[in-house]
């Protein structure tokens, strides 16, 4: 996991989600990785394309954030509880999941 955090430059991971949140699509792209994060993502990519339990694994994973932040968006009126799950490490390794897995395309 800590790996996959720091695949993601962290910057770019707090102006990406703020577009997104805003209605900005497209906005994930390899951009968000530094390099040696862009072989992790095609590595993770390819993985989830082939291994079936690899893949289970990362939609459990995806689901079980994308519940935790819809808990979290029910009394986070300006968005700064939601910014921080997204952009903390646990964040980061699910930007990079659902990334891989097509979530954001």
Sequence with gaps: MVDIARAIDHDASVDLWRRYQRGERDVFTRR???LKGQQTFDEIKRKYEREPEFRVAVDRYIA???KLLGDV???DRDKTV???Y???DTGKVYTM???AAGRFS
């Design 32 to 34: 968000l990785y530094t």
């Design 97 to 99: 999941l659902a990334h």
């Design 82 to 84: 939601t910014q921080s």
């Design 86 to 88: 997204l952009t903390s």
């Design 73 to 75: 968006a029910r009394t």
């Design 64 to 66: 079980d954030f994308e």
